[in-house]
């Protein structure tokens, strides 16, 4: 069941997105890229909260090179404990927000696109790509967290959607702009989508 989820995530992926199989390098509805119109140490001084409704702490921000090209990685918390990561291409955003989530009961962030592999835009670097921890620290295992009634708000939808809404107020500060293309692909559980988000793949891979 694996290898197969990881044989058609990829076709999900870019069909959400619109994308052509016919040709792999060929977009159905081609969009320009976007370049920022801040530095990624920018971001730092911005206060986030009034967007997401919540007390939003940016941690840090930091520039990243990779063969995709560079990025701005920006590390969050939204009250009370939701860690937040969001990686925003400087060189090629082709307007496109992916937001994955993690297996089990997560606990920790993970921003890898591995199962994405047969998504060309996605493995080059054209996304900005957001994930959260849930709202706890632990390993995907462990559910001790759950005593804690906030925290089980936070897990069951909280976490999730003000990613979301944290990551499109960052994009419209960082590009000028919100996405035009939304997704998200929860891995494990299936979480409630978030209004802001356009379509949703929903996988059962972390078990």
Request: hydrophobic fraction near 45%.
């Amino acid at each position: 069941m694996t290898r197969l989820l990881k044989t058609i995530l990829p076709i999900i992926l870019c069909a959400l997105f619109g994308l052509s199989f016919a040709s792999p390098t060929q977009a159905v509805a081609s969009l320009p890229i976007v370049l920022p119109a801040l530095t990624c140490d920018a971001l730092s001084a911005t206060d986030f909260s009034a967007a997401v409704g919540a007390k939003v702490t940016i941690n840090h921000t930091e520039m990243q090179t990779s063969a995709q090209g560079s990025w701005c990685k920006v590390s969050a918390t939204i009250a009370p404990e939701i860690g937040v990561q969001i990686a925003l291409p400087t060189q090629r955003w082709s307007q496109r927000f992916l937001q994955v989530g993690c297996g089990g009961l997560c606990g920790s962030i993970n921003l890898s696109l591995s199962n994405a592999s047969g998504c060309l835009p996605a493995m080059n670097g054209e996304f900005v790509v957001a994930a959260t921890d849930m709202g706890h620290h632990g390993s995907m295992m462990d559910a001790s967290w759950a005593e804690d009634p906030q925290k089980r708000i936070d897990f069951a939808w909280r976490a999730n959607h003000l990613t979301a809404v944290l990551a499109k107020a960052v994009m419209q500060t960082l590009y000028r702009q919100p996405p035009a293309a939304k997704v998200c692909l929860l891995y494990g559980l299936l979480r409630r989508r978030s209004r802001s988000i356009d379509g949703s793949a929903a996988l059962s891979a972390g078990f």
